[in-house]
């Protein structure tokens, strides 16, 4: 067996940069998706606790330290950070999506404003503070979506919309930054 | 037009994926009478007024839904969770 190399989603796409506001490649691993059996929550729970994890309530996420555990849609969630703990695979299904998805960051003052354009959501502050996860599209793709600060986003997609959702996000920001200019 | 998914929150209609009649729901036993089967598969009412019907949350937390509406004033009434139902899944 030759030695591959291993190539993130968008390997070879620098940050992109416009009105302070930077659309860059994030990282995430592992990725594993915990889905508890039916009426088993409080055993997952128990299994998580070592890691210091709860299961999240729906459009939030738990964390602790480099692990969390973001919702990502109806008895399920991302365990990213940390390997599955001991006794998580009796109590819930387990699959490993960690080379699945694309995680792309958008940080600075016109995230919020580049985002809502693909985005039909309110992400003003109020309504999404920072740590909510929602599943929402970002135009046709089915992304998972968190708030990591105030002026900062998390975007996941599916690997193969890797540079779909980056062009997307890219000209996003490039016509805001064309309305700065005009403006 | 806009959804309210019992998780997700109030969203719009472009996230949601429209199967059919909530009669779907409500598959006959194995041995019943074909013309049970004929319902089920094929006989629908069309009301003017209030229907419910199954919708997908596809582009949200992939729920099954119920939702109940009203075909003439386009009015939501209320919005379900298939899964929190008696016999849907825990």
Request: glycine letters at 6%; a negative charge.
């Amino acid at each position: 067996m030759p030695e591959l190399i291993a190539k993130s989603a968008l390997a070879g796409h620098a940050p992109v940069t416009r009105l302070q506001t930077t659309l860059a490649e994030g990282s995430a691993a592992p990725i594993t998706s915990v889905a508890p059996y039916p009426g088993r929550m409080d055993r997952v729970n128990a299994a998580l606790a070592p890691l210091g994890l709860a299961f999240p309530a729906p459009n939030g996420q738990t964390r602790q330290g480099a692990a969390r555990l973001i919702w990502t849609g109806r008895d399920q969630a991302f365990l990213i950070g940390a390997p599955a703990p001991d006794g998580l695979a009796d109590h819930a299904a387990l699959t490993d999506q960690t080379d699945g998805w694309a995680i792309l960051t958008l940080t600075g003052p016109v995230a919020e404003a580049t985002l809502m354009r693909p985005v039909p959501l309110d992400l003003r502050l109020g309504a999404f503070p920072p740590l909510r996860t929602v599943r929402a599209p970002l135009n046709h793709m089915q992304a998972i979506l968190t708030r990591t600060a105030p002026d900062a986003f998390e975007i996941m997609v599916f690997r193969s919309m890797a540079r779909t959702a980056w062009g997307e996000l890219t000209e996003a920001l490039e016509v805001l930054a064309a309305r700065a200019q005009t403006a | 037009m806009r959804l309210t998914c019992p998780l997700c929150g109030e969203r719009d209609r472009r996230e949601f994926y429209y199967y059919g009649s909530e009669d779907y729901l409500n598959r006959p036993a194995p041995d019943a009478a074909p013309q049970a089967w004929d319902d089920y598969l094929h006989n629908r009412d069309n009301p003017a007024g209030v229907t419910r019907d199954l919708w997908y949350h596809d582009m949200g937390c992939s729920s099954w839904l119920v939702v109940t509406r009203n075909t003439v004033t386009h009015d939501i009434l209320a919005v379900e969770a298939v899964a929190d139902r008696k016999g849907g899944a825990a």
